[in-house]
């Protein structure tokens, strides 16, 4: 869109090209002086700057060639306003196909699971060698293979980020405190052997697919392609797959869970400790569907976080953290009331429960006490009977069982489950057990729903890990089933046999948006139904003070914290209810790391996204950004220019899709579409549209490679002495640079590299100078230099200028 003071006429036009010319010059000491220069005099000079600078910019940048050019190919040039609705439906469905096909590889591994379940006997003493993910590849003193620590091959694979795999099969992680060799966890690896075979084929049917899995109900974790996992510093492997969100949201369904912890003194010393310990335990199989509360009681009730007595809270990582702080606050002393703790449990439940904030599904009371001295069948008489909706699930700590049989009872009498935990040792895998019940409704009915995770970093898998040091851990999101006993003695019991997932890298959403469309300063973004970003140019890393590691609730952004102009949650509030229409409003968007500010009017179409939690939206700046720009070549023209060694194209854009077949994956977007073109590669699949605009661009840009050549063989040694590199930039992210010095003599030598990203096209966003020159009017340029810059200094500074060229429509 053009700038505040254009003609009218050009308000309308739809961008482009755009080129520009990075100039440099040094920037000399300013010399003080009694002697007062005449403001005439001070004119003078600032037009002589002026003009000079833009004659260098205007000969330098080729911008009137262009134009000249665009004149050339005027009639074959068609410009389309974009329909928003129709472009975020059609981008929705794209992105709900790409889901299914996950969705469907994960279908096919719960059916193989419960198939080689079925036909599995167990049996006690049965005797496996498995891969076990720590052992692989180790050897004791004399060089033999560690028992479970057979040779098992692995190689760089590039599209698992170059980490050493094996393709062919999987391996098993067992958590620390469990056994390897325990008879469950040896009956569960070897009938999920057969896995092997089905993680394959899903990968040979969609090379998309990364990270394949199998979590277990009995702990063990089997992962496809097998890596290699390492301990810590400690020698111990804090995993276990039955803590993760897509483990717990697809095993159980939503609930409201209320946690009563005893602080009577007889809850002393290690007792508290404990029951600390199984607290933070429950709150971490509670995911950002569920709902919780916190009370201590002893002759008094005592809410862990007094400022929200009576009520629930959602379970984000926040949340859980806060409460987790405050757990440090409690002591024992007193008398141990539970008749109180509990009306006061389902006095909460009951509200909370008709406001229709909740998760609406199961409810829930943890009881965890050292004792109880009466059965309290008054008050589940009371709140509880005969529909027995809440479930009551009680933790008995400590070696003593004088009062096990009152909380046996307690729990048996309400559809719930006893367990006594007697060591710190004993928490995880005790506190596991309630999941267990809370999914036999799910097993019985046999309700495989497919779960999709919010966008999170999962720092403990080993691939993460090892990432770390590199690009730094991945942000994704998980799709999950439940896999469940079809034998026929366990079926009425509901036994849940575990959860198979796999991760979609949320960077592989964004290659299903194809940015051309969005116009300059457009882009589309996900959320999930609690309101969490999954993608959104504006979620940005946020990292701990003094460490390369991103913060554990980066992933748990609300929309309204990146749109806040959206003051009423209008648009949040709809893509949360999953609607679909169109919202508008000024907005005021940073540029250059928060240091420039664009205002503009964005138009948001939004939309859900069918078989997920996620709804989709597009945000279309108006002016230039309504519209679609549209040019015609020849395949024999474009592809001559496309051959030009100063054509380059943003290295994020999805052009082709390279990763459906292993052959390509080595291919650049440039190579891609010059085989596909020429016809060489017909599994090659390409966006034949972008393709021929691409060709349109190149075409029509052709020329100013022979420009700036000329330019620098006719540049004498001390003309234009400061211009170092010119550079130009189309709304298809394809490229042309020319240095008019060597590439050592830079000032600047990361501009327009890799590691630019302000610089360069990204998936989510146009470069920096490309987005502040479309705002500006049709043949001025815009000159930026770095914040950094002294006033007072003798070192050379960048200085960057650009200009737009647009297509007008009248």
């Not at 890596?227 to 039955?242: S, T």
């Not at 809410?303 to 757990?327: I, M, S």
């Amino acid at each position: 869109m053009a700038g505040p003071g254009s003609q009218r006429r050009a308000s309308r036009g739809a961008s482009a090209l755009l080129t520009a010319a990075l100039l440099y010059a040094t920037l000399g000491y300013v010399v003080r002086s009694e002697q007062q220069i005449p403001l005439s005099v001070v004119k003078l000079w600032a037009s002589a700057f002026g003009g000079e600078i833009k004659s260098i910019a205007a000969k330098y940048s080729g911008s009137q060639l262009l134009q000249k050019k665009y004149k050339e190919y005027e009639k074959d040039v068609a410009i389309e306003e974009i329909d928003g609705l129709q472009l975020v439906k059609k981008l929705a469905k794209n992105m709900e196909e790409m889901f299914h096909k996950k969705s469907e590889a994960v279908r096919r591994l719960v059916e193989a699971a419960e198939e080689a379940h079925l036909k599995h006997e167990f049996d006690a003493d049965l005797q496996y060698e498995y891969f076990n993910a720590v052992l692989i590849n180790e050897r004791d003193k004399d060089g033999n293979f560690l028992e479970l620590g057979k040779e098992f091959i692995l190689a760089p694979n590039d599209h698992f980020n170059n980490l050493p795999v094996n393709i062919s099969l999987s391996d098993v992680q067992v958590p620390t405190n469990m056994y390897n060799k325990d008879p469950a966890i040896v009956n569960g690896v070897y009938w999920s052997e057969s896995l092997n075979k089905v993680f394959v084929d899903n990968f040979d049917r969609d090379p998309s697919l990364i990270w394949q899995y199998f979590g277990s109900a009995k702990g063990f974790f089997r992962q496809y392609p097998g890596i290699k996992w390492e301990p810590d510093e400690n020698g111990v492997i804090a995993f276990d797959c039955r803590n993760r969100k897509w483990y717990i949201q697809a095993a159980t369904s939503p609930k409201d869970v209320v946690i009563l912890v005893d602080v009577s003194g007889s809850m002393k010393g290690l007792r508290l400790t404990i029951a600390k310990q199984t607290v933070s335990s429950i709150l971490d199989t509670l995911g950002d569907d569920d709902f919780f509360n916190i009370i201590a009681y002893n002759e008094e009730l005592h809410y862990v976080e007094p400022c929200l007595n009576g009520t629930l809270v959602q379970a984000d990582r926040t949340n859980k953290e806060h409460f987790r702080e405050h757990l440090d606050k409690l002591f024992a002393k007193g008398i141990g009331m539970l008749d109180i703790a509990l009306n006061e449990a389902f006095n909460i439940l009951s509200d909370f429960n008709h406001t229709g904030q909740g998760s609406i599904c199961s409810q829930a009371i943890m009881l965890i006490t050292d004792g109880a001295v009466d059965t309290y069948d008054t008050i589940f008489a009371k709140y509880n009977w005969p529909d027995r909706k809440v479930r009551i699930f009680t933790y008995l700590i400590g070696r003593e069982a004088a009062f096990a049989d009152n909380l046996k009872w307690m729990a048996c009498a309400n559809k719930g489950f006893f367990t006594q935990i007697s060591t710190l040792a004993d928490v995880q895998e005790n506190v596991m057990e309630y999941l267990h019940v809370l999914s036999r409704p799910k097993v019985i009915d046999q309700e495989h729903d497919v779960v999709w995770t919010e966008a999170y970093i999962d720092s403990t898998l080993p691939q993460a890990q090892k990432l770390a040091n590199g690009q730094g851990p991945v942000l994704m999101t998980t799709v999950a089933m439940p896999v469940f006993s079809k034998q026929n003695e366990t079926r009425s019991k509901g036994i849940l046999l575990g959860v198979v997932g796999t991760d979609v890298p949320v960077k592989e959403l964004l290659k299903t948006i194809p940015k051309y469309k969005l116009g300059i300063h457009g882009y589309a973004f996900a959320i999930t139904n609690n309101g969490y970003i999954l993608t959104h140019p504006e979620l940005r890393p946020l990292y701990e003070e003094g460490k390369k590691r991103r913060k554990p609730n980066y992933s748990s952004v609300d929309l309204s914290e990146v749109e806040w102009e959206d003051r009423d949650d209008v648009l949040r509030n709809a893509m949360v209810n999953r609607k679909t229409g169109k919202f508008s409003m000024e907005v005021k968007k940073t540029v250059d790391k928060g240091k420039r500010v664009l205002v503009m009017t964005n138009d948001y179409y939004y939309t859900d996204i069918k078989g997920t939690p996620f709804s989709l939206g597009v945000a279309l700046s108006r002016g230039h950004g309504k519209y679609f720009f549209r040019g015609n070549v020849t395949i024999e023209e474009g592809l001559h220019d496309l051959e030009h060694p100063d054509v380059s194209l943003a290295d994020e854009w999805s052009y082709c899709n390279t990763d459906l077949h292993p052959e390509h994956r080595h291919l650049s977007q440039l190579e891609a579409i010059k085989l596909y073109l020429k016809g060489k590669e017909p599994l090659l699949q390409c966006d034949k549209e972008l393709i021929q605009e691409v060709l349109f661009d190149a075409v029509v840009s052709a020329p100013i490679e022979a420009y700036w050549t000329s330019l620098a063989l006719n540049k004498s040694e001390n003309s234009d002495k400061g211009v170092e590199v010119a550079f130009l930039g189309t709304r298809t992210g394809l490229s042309r640079i020319n240095l008019f010095v060597g590439a050592e003599q830079l000032t600047n030598q990361d501009f327009l590299k890799a590691g630019d990203k302000e610089n360069i096209f990204n998936a989510d966003h146009f470069p920096l100078w490309y987005r502040r020159a479309a705002e500006q009017i049709p043949g001025s340029f815009v000159y930026s230099i770095p914040f950094s810059t002294g006033a007072v200094t003798n070192e050379r500074h960048v200085a960057n200028d650009s200009s737009s060229l647009k297509v007008l429509r009248y």
